[in-house]
């Protein structure tokens, strides 16, 4: 007899009760061991590595404004990927490579980078390796134009200059450098050297008279260079060279190359006041000039300091100046040693060529350098004009702008242009970008030149770093 159905019910049950108890545990079974698996292959048995091999020094100095690195990565399993971070910069990347890794062209910034390499594995887990990476900077020293192309080729430190025209011609001519970079590529059309008059000369009985006879004959001895530089078989343009070679001391082939870089004007348009407040930005921006300096001369900001420092009015009148037999006053003028960009006060005071008689008398004008002039650099003009030595003088704009501002003394104003651009960045024959005058010294005229100026905003615009040498 069989069993009764309930008990056959019961037999059925509880085998498969013990079949499914028996399939969870090889489940169970199968898990572990699956996670067990993972956990090998996941898991490192070894500490993780990641080495800076190169390059191998640290702190590393670099004359470039970006650096290359590489190394090596290992770990018992196996390396995923390597990141990198600069945190001067806040910029991150990931290297090509893993056990065997390299990064190029990590951009610098100027003073200390930090740069961090990360090399991880499939865990999660990750070494680091850092590096200080440190730009070299470029220095300036100040020095006399008439120095400076010799100071390039017989000086092996000195990796350039700037200085004003025929000097920079000077230096690229004899062969001794190459232009660089042009101060048109920095700022196109600048003006570069201006004409100003002290306050107290305008203010002086007749002072108002005398300074527009002085622009009258600046702006005909203006006109006469620009007609004798548009004709260069005529006469006058031989004058025009045999009078530089006397002012600068240059040669003709030296004058005719410098020529080419520089334009003259004596008008004062919009946009030169523009770019003379862009020059008084650029000093703020390099620490040499505040916004309380602005605000303390009583200016509300660049604009107003412009609006207030440029006289247009004085120029505009003296195109209704005639000529005179009368000489109704003296001026003490300043200028620059050899400065081309002024030729048109070296023009106005010749007499040999103009039938014994100055464009500056021929105005009613005792026209006489002023105490030291020449002058070695614009500041120096600047603390002559403070001193009261120098009436009416041709500089550059940045100078007449800085001392201004920061020399209440140097009370004057901005009567007219005297040219535009035609300063170059010269440099030795090594030289063949910004980053190779990295360790080197760039020589300009002086502190809070126009030269000097240029050099700031080239190095800057460039994220070089430059210091006093």
């Known amino acids: 007899m069989g069993a009764p159905e309930d008990e056959k019910d019961g037999i059925k049950k509880g ?10 545990v090889a489940i169970v079974v199968v898990a572990a061991i699956a996670t067990a698996v993972i956990l090998m292959t996941t898991q490192s048995t070894t500490n993780l590595s990641c080495t800076i091999l190169s390059p191998a020094s640290d702190p590393y100095n670099v004359k470039s404004s970006k650096v290359n690195l590489s190394g090596t990565a290992s770990d018992d399993v196996g390396v995923t990927n390597v990141t990198w971070m600069n945190s001067a910069s806040g910029v991150s990347g990931a290297a090509t490579g893993t056990t065997n890794w390299s990064i190029s062209n990590i951009t610098l910034v100027t003073g200390d980078n930090l740069i961090t390499v990360t090399a991880y594995n499939a865990a999660g887990e990750s070494a680091s390796d850092s590096i200080k990476v440190v ?6 020293v100040t020095m006399g134009v008439g120095l400076m192309k010799e100071a390039l080729r017989t ?5 350039g200059y700037l200085a004003w025209e025929p000097y920079g011609s000077d230096g690229i001519v004899s062969g001794v450098g190459h232009a660089l970079e042009w101060s048109g590529d920095v700022r196109p059309n600048h003006p570069c050297c201006v004409v100003l008059v002290s306050d107290d000369f305008l203010a002086a009985p007749n002072g108002i008279n005398l300074t527009m006879r002085f622009l009258k004959a600046h702006i005909e001895a203006t006109n006469w260079i620009n007609d004798a530089l548009a004709h260069n078989t005529s006469t006058n343009y031989s004058l025009l060279i045999d009078m530089a070679v006397n002012f600068t001391g240059r040669n003709e082939t030296v004058l005719k190359a ?8 004596y008008a004062i348009s919009a946009q030169t006041k523009v770019d003379i407040a862009w020059y008084t930005d650029q000093f703020i921006d390099i620490g040499q000039l505040s ?25 505009s009148d003296a195109t209704s100046v005639t000529t005179s037999s009368t ?10 040693t050899g400065d081309l960009h002024q030729m048109a006060q070296y023009v106005a005071r010749n007499t040999s060529n103009f039938g014994g008689t100055s464009t500056f008398t021929k105005y009613g004008l005792n026209v006489t350098p002023a105490a030291g002039a020449p002058y070695t650099s614009g500041p120096v003009e600047m603390d002559n004009f403070a001193n009261g030595n120098v009436d009416i003088g041709y500089l550059g704009a940045p100078p007449a702008i800085l001392k201004h501002l920061n020399n209440p003394k140097v009370n004057a104003k901005i009567i007219a242009v005297a040219n535009t651009e035609g300063t170059a960045l010269v440099v030795g024959p090594d030289v063949h ?8 010294y760039v020589a300009v005229p002086s502190v809070g030149s126009i030269q000097y100026l240029l050099l700031q905003v080239i190095m800057k615009d460039a994220g070089i770093e430059l210091v006093a040498g």
């Open 15 to 24: 085998m498969n009760m013990k079949i499914v108890a028996i399939v969870i």
């Open 135 to 140: 730009p070299v900077p470029v220095s300036y």
């Open 155 to 159: 000086n092996s430190t000195i990796g």
């Open 258 to 265: 410098a020529f080419e870089h520089m334009k003259y004007d």
């Open 291 to 315: 916004n309380v300096s602005l605000t303390d001369r009583g200016y509300a900001d660049s604009t107003d300091f412009v609006n207030e420092y440029v006289n247009t009015t004085l120029l």
């Open 327 to 336: 000489i109704y006053g003296n001026v003490s003028l300043g200028f620059l």
């Open 433 to 440: 970008s910004l980053d190779d005058l990295r360790g080197k």
